[in-house]
């Protein structure tokens, strides 16, 4: 059973910069990419970026291409999203999630396992 928790989440003003972070624990091996998903208020959740586990490769959705990066750290099982440039409209929960599979990962719908979600705010 994969497990993710999320940390970094907060408040801040445009144009400034978070860092999220993701713990990942339980069948690792088994994972073919980590994703990063996120849910406004009164909207569906979408996709914003996601790496391959064991290559590393990274996708990112058009509209945080240019702001956002995603990274991982595999001896710490651990995935960062640097978010820099942030816009009002970034404001969601951000979740971690894993994705067993390469169908539809860049999609919500791919993700196997989900955390709990961390909340960003960027204030105008």
């Known amino acids: 059973q994969v497990q993710l928790v999320e940390s970094g989440g907060g408040l801040v003003q445009a144009g400034g910069s978070l860092r999220l972070s993701c713990a990942v624990s339980?069948?690792?091996?088994?994972?073919?990419?980590i994703g990063w998903i996120r849910q406004a208020p009164g909207k569906e959740r979408q996709f914003v970026s996601a790496?391959?586990?064991?290559?590393?490769?990274?996708y990112y959705a058009d509209s945080v291409q240019g702001r956002f990066t995603i990274s991982r750290d595999n001896g710490r099982n651990t995935v960062y999203l640097q978010m820099n440039s942030l816009k009002p409209e970034d404001t969601a929960v951000y979740f971690c999630?894993?994705?067993?599979?390469?169908?539809?990962?860049?999609?919500?719908?791919?993700?196997?396992?989900w955390g709990q979600g961390t909340q960003v705010t960027v204030s105008s």
């Open positions: 790496i391959t586990w064991s290559g590393g490769r990274t």
């Open positions: 999630a894993a994705a067993s599979t390469v169908r539809f990962f860049t999609a919500p719908k791919g993700y196997d396992y």
């Open positions: 339980g069948g690792t091996f088994s994972m073919y990419a």
